[in-house]
């Protein structure tokens, strides 16, 4: 019985182990903008050594790549003109699914600090509230 238990114990815990899904850095979430007509950079970690599957919904391609031994990967997905909102589907058997995705121009701003002032409280511009401005803001690291 002991045996038994032990090993139940031993295959429970390397399925948890070997099992890790796809995740991806906070710039790569539901609502973001990629660059249009462009071959857009995509990176995140999944298991190790194991076919990583991206699809979209602007276009029927497939773009497959492999994680490395660490479970890195990156992919390049062409993207067309502007438009969206569209979903991006990334698998390494276990889907994660990023929505609301829209193709346009894309800018990244850095430099002084007065970057740091929230756009909304330094101008007075009606597109800020359109729907299609997307803005992201990388978090401090101590």
């Not at 995140?44 to 490395?68: C, E």
Request: glycine letters at 4%; aromatic letters at 8%; charged letters at 20%.
């Amino acid at each position: 019985m002991k045996r038994l238990l032990l090993a139940i114990i031993f295959l429970f815990s390397i399925s948890i182990i070997s099992h890790s899904k796809v995740t991806l850095p906070p710039i790569f979430a539901d609502n973001m903008v990629l660059q249009q007509q462009t071959d857009a950079t995509i990176w995140g970690n999944a298991t190790p050594d194991t076919k990583v599957v991206i699809t979209n919904t602007w276009s029927k391609d497939k773009v497959v790549v492999r994680s490395d031994a660490d479970g890195k990967w990156f992919a390049r997905v062409s993207t067309p003109v502007a438009g969206g909102p569209y979903n991006i589907t990334i698998s390494d058997g276990e889907k994660l699914t990023l929505k609301n995705v829209l193709i346009g121009e894309v800018w990244i701003c850095a430099g002084q600090s007065n970057m740091e002032l929230p756009l909304r409280e330094t101008v007075d511009i009606e597109w800020i509230e359109q729907p299609q401005v997307r803005m992201y803001t990388e978090p401090h690291e101590p």
